[in-house]
């Protein structure tokens, strides 16, 4: 039986509903739709737009390297507020941040769509430069989406940029501090784990984060979202499944992955790609202290891997029960 929602829901509701929707629309269809137009209008009377952007594009090709763009008012903008209250989502302080310092800063899980990292690190909707002042936050996203014409800037405009060692080098090196690089370890293969209940993080032979922070002396910050993993439902592929080896292969030609899931729709709770409306709470935890190594060995690299992983569990542990996580589950590293 479908459970169509009720005519006379308040406008601040329905504003909330529309802004997830142009959310999504962006992460699912926008870059697609950009590159369509960047080649349509090559054969339209409008083609000096294209040429005049593609110059334009091959004079600003390493700006996603090198700190992005970010756009203070699209930051700001209401429109942010009301997705973060559609949740809600909100952000939690368990340390300070010193301003003087650099940090890598690990984000998980990653959910299906992100939202928790997009709205935390790339809005400020919840209020993120108050919680942390003097912090800058960056996330990293797939090199991948940048390459696509008129896209690239809008996801700059928030303070995404790639996911190399160039981009975080960058960052890592300003001798200032204050700048935090927004890491979604697991990335796009751990998408695939994603749905309620589910607590296992692809960590465990992901090291590289770890290795960026001590070769820029950046302190290493653990971030856990609860309730990023039950905004939507996914379709079951267990490890070995025929669906997983698809979405496997895939996501190595791709580098993306294709998770195969559905939440609720706009004017309907059963079906169709909005998700739930489910509380997600961000907890940063405190920063672990790190000596800069220009050329760390295997043993130092695991060591403070090693540490990262019993600073995450021991965040996990100390929130989980007043975010409805039973007692019983734990973390799952794979």
Partial sequence: MVEFA???LPWKRRL???????WVFS???LAQICIAVFI?????RFWLVSVLYAAWWYLDWDTPQQGGRRIQALRRCVVWKYMKDYFPISLVKT???DPSRNYVAGFHPHGVLAAGAFLNLCTESTSFPEIFPGIRPYLMMLTVWFRAPFFRDYIMSGGLVTSDKESAAHILSR???GNLLGVIVGGAQEALNARPGAYKLLLRNR???VRLALMHGADLVPIFSFGENDLYDQVENSPGSWLRSIQNRLQKIMGISLPLFHGRGIFQYNFGLLPYRRPITTVVGKPIRVQKIPNPSLEEVDKLHQHYIKELCDLFEAHKLKYNVPADRHLEFC
């Fill in 207 to 209: 090291k590289g984060f």
């Fill in 6 to 8: 009720p005519l006379s």
């Fill in 95 to 97: 340390a300070e941040l």
């Fill in 16 to 22: 909330q509903t529309l802004t997830v929707l142009q």
């Fill in 27 to 29: 992460f699912l269809a």
């Fill in 175 to 177: 001798k200032e501090g």
């Fill in 40 to 44: 349509g209008l090559l054969f339209t």
